[in-house]
């Protein structure tokens, strides 16, 4: 089992519709998470932080976090083309500096 | 905007060529990273530091080896290309912070053919 699950896709939704995106970890004592969004060819950049359970909201950004239930989800209200890109979740441990990420989930927004 | 710059972005190379894999950021982060991806698969850490003289291997074995001379200064060397090389490498960086991990602040990549 891979330390962190991510569905590969491609997650495909209509322009102006909620795209959400989960992420299951295997690892009880992960205590950051972090959802990162990749453009093709690009590098990863951070859009998400959580730390405690329950949900954080950043603009059209939700972040939705249940530790007991080891997973964590991404949700993106009014998606916009420009969101067409890989969303990676990653982990870090308590005290720890190193993260563990998912392969990703492709997401296409469509016209 | 993360100031941590990487070079060259592309490099094509001959099998059993030395290469050096340039990486510094200008934010005063003591914790540098070099992950790998390929396309479409995750990002495997291969070598981390936590501040200068201070390197460790990562997740993912690499033959290739790191220094930190320099707080601002975390090159990745190769004595040896081989095909098996070819990937994109990332570097990346962090501030140090007590508990939780910090957020990571990514270079724009090396991608490196090895023919």
């Known amino acids: 089992q891979k330390e962190v699950e991510q569905n590969s896709g491609p997650l495909s939704v209509p322009e102006g519709a909620i795209a959400s995106l989960n992420c299951t970890y295997s690892?009880?004592?992960?205590?950051?998470f972090f959802w990162y969004r990749q453009y093709s060819g690009k590098s990863p950049e951070l859009i998400m932080s959580?730390?405690?359970?329950g949900d954080k909201e950043d603009g059209r950004f939700t972040a939705q976090l249940n530790k007991a239930s080891q997973y964590v989800s991404l949700l993106i209200r009014d998606s916009q083309p420009s969101d067409s890109a890989t969303y990676l979740c990653?982990?870090?441990?308590?005290?720890?500096?190193?993260?563990?990420f998912g392969t990703g989930t492709q997401l296409k927004v469509e016209l | 905007e993360a100031d941590i710059y990487q070079t060259p972005r592309y490099l094509v190379i001959g099998t059993g060529k030395k290469i050096t894999l340039e990486c510094s950021q200008t934010?005063?982060?003591?914790?540098m990273y070099w992950y790998q991806q390929d396309p479409g698969m995750e990002l495997h850490l291969i070598h981390y530091?936590?501040?200068?003289?201070?390197?460790e291997k990562g997740d993912l074995s690499s033959e290739s080896t790191v220094s930190r001379i320099r707080t601002e200064h975390f090159p990745l060397t190769l004595e040896s290309a081989r095909p098996s090389h070819t990937s994109q490498y990332l570097c990346?960086?962090?501030?140090?912070?007590?508990?939780?991990?910090?957020?990571?602040?990514f270079g724009e990549g090396s991608r490196l053919t090895v023919l």
């Open positions: 990346a960086s962090s501030e140090s912070t007590r508990g939780n991990t910090g957020e990571l602040f």
């Open positions: 690892d009880r004592g992960s205590q950051s």
């Open positions: 959580i730390y405690s359970n």
């Open positions: 990653a982990l870090g441990a308590g005290g720890g500096n190193k993260l563990t």
């Open positions: 934010m005063g982060h003591d914790k």
């Open positions: 530091s936590y501040g200068v003289n201070s390197t």
